[in-house]
């Protein structure tokens, strides 16, 4: 089976956020599964630069206002086509914005350029090539599913998976003629929206199924709370939704080879974390001794909860814990988190920014991990936090409540229990998750079966990769049927 994936980022070349972390693993995880997938992917600097010969498989004299070509090669294990367009994605700053951190003025030219090609790859464009169904992602490329249904691959299976509903791609309608569809198509059924143009509605109008990645957020966006104004939407396609979790790299977040690890160490070997917790003191700057460290490796946003962990750091050190925070985002939860540590010497710690390497660290040597999140399609430090025995305490929503096994009573006496849910997500029911995570602490026989119990879970790709094909095969016998 060929299928075309279309994708605005993908690890390790171009990397924003968990979009990336999918659309680089999965391809590798459905490999041993009769499936090839082949990735497309703007050619920005950051992926241009990691191939010297370039061969080109398609040329566009225009596109979008500007020569372009596509050119085929493999990297890190990846089949890949690139959208080599200078005009569009040879430019400074990240893959959606300047250095600033403003987003680019034309960047519905530039995802209308890579959808338009994804369109006409579905199509037959390169020769020797036919994708027996095409996988588009966010808002960024789900308009290759309406050139597909406009053009001449309406025939081509497709589906889009939708990372996070909040970033929808909304542009004014003035920009509709210079997408190249038909006039038919600037209507409610089609990429119509508010009386501009949608580019994640186009998609979800489009697409033969939709995909979320938790079963949970596939609920959740069917509500008016969640469904961020496309939840009628969502609801008429209900039928063609689906859930299904990500998974992580698991080569490259193992305990037990982890090259970022001061101490490696398996669910036999926990004590081994000891040497992994003091380097995170040491990193912090926090006091040694046997209270929890409570870890967050985050941005710092109102969607990740950051304002309610920043209105309780004063109650999460009343309770005997400790925090370590790695983030950036919001200037003024930045301020307020690193008031909390000037405040809270020896018990809170800040590094503002993101490094790999200390993320990894810290799922090595912290006790917990917390993720307050006001919605969370599907989060992956939790699943980190599982793989290293570094017990999540997550609100109760989306992946995450689909990933974490409550500490109850009844879980805790089946020794199932691999974390702490709290709901609402508020500083109450927030404050009174740490209550229990460090009483847990305070129990070595609860804690360590905990810790163990998560890292026993299954947070692989393989079931993931799995259901992604079975879902394949099913459009597949559609278009048969």
């Known amino acids: 089976m060929q299928v075309l994936s279309v994708t605005p980022e993908i690890f ?22 009769g499936v090839t997938m082949r990735t497309l992917v703007p050619g920005y600097p950051q992926v241009m630069d990691t191939f010297k010969k370039k061969k080109a498989v398609h040329q566009y004299p225009l596109l979008q206002g500007g020569k372009a070509s596509v050119h085929a090669v493999q990297i890190a294990g990846l089949d890949l086509f690139v959208l080599d367009a200078p005009h569009l994605f040879d430019r400074p700053g990240g893959p959606y914005g300047n250095a600033t951190g403003a987003d680019w003025p034309d960047n519905w030219r530039r995802f209308a350029a890579l959808s338009q090609v994804g369109g006409d790859v579905a199509a037959g464009a390169i020769s020797g090539y036919q994708p027996d169904l095409v996988h588009a992602h966010d808002w960024q490329s789900a308009m290759t599913l309406a050139y597909m249904r406009y053009g ?27 997408l190249g569809l038909p006039a038919a198509a600037m ?38 709370e969640f469904g961020m104004g496309l939840d009628g939407l969502v609801n008429m396609r209900s039928v063609d939704l689906y859930g299904i979790v990500n998974g992580i790299d698991t080569e490259t977040w193992n305990p037990e080879t982890d090259k970022h690890l001061v101490s490696n160490y398996t669910a036999k070997t926990l004590k081994a974390r000891h040497f992994n917790r003091a380097a995170v003191e040491d990193r912090f700057n926090l006091d040694r001794d046997d209270s929890p460290i409570v870890c967050v490796v985050s941005r710092l946003t109102w969607q990740k909860g950051m304002d309610i962990l920043a209105a ?127 009483e847990a602490h305070a129990s070595p026989t609860v804690w360590t079966s905990m810790q163990r119990q998560g890292m026993k879970a299954d947070v692989s790709w393989d079931k993931s990769a799995e259901k992604y094909v079975e879902l394949y095969r099913l459009l597949l016998s559609k278009r048969v049927a």
């Open 187 to 224: 209507a409610l059924d089609g990429v119509e929206y508010y009386g501009g143009v949608g580019f994640l509605k186009a998609g979800l109008q489009a697409a033969w199924a939709i995909t979320t990645v938790s079963p949970t957020y596939a609920q959740e966006i069917r509500s008016p």
């Open 312 to 438: 309780v750091v004063d109650g999460i050190v009343a309770r005997g814990a400790r925090l370590a925070i790695l983030g950036s985002g919001d200037a003024g939860l930045e301020g307020a988190l690193l008031a909390a540590a000037a405040r809270h010497r020896g018990r809170i710690g800040v590094v503002v920014g993101y490094d790999e390497g200390l993320s990894h660290i810290m799922q090595g040597g912290c006790d917990a991990i917390v993720i307050p999140s006001r919605f969370e399609p599907c989060g992956l430090t939790q699943l980190y936090g599982l793989r290293y025995g570094c017990v999540p305490v997550v609100a109760r929503t989306g992946g995450l409540a689909d990933t974490v096994i409550d500490a109850n009573e009844a879980a805790v006496s089946a020794g199932v229990a691999t974390g702490f849910q709290f709901a609402p997500a508020d500083a109450g029911a927030f404050l009174h998750a740490i209550r229990r995570l460090v």
């Open 152 to 178: 001449k691959a309406v025939g081509t299976p497709s589906m889009i998976t939708v990372h996070n509903l909040a970033f929808q791609g909304q542009f004014g309608a003035g920009i509709f003629g210079e």
């Open 12 to 33: 390790p070349l171009i990397k924003t956020g968990g979009l990336a972390d999918v659309t680089g693993a999965l391809p590798i995880a459905l490999a041993g599964k």
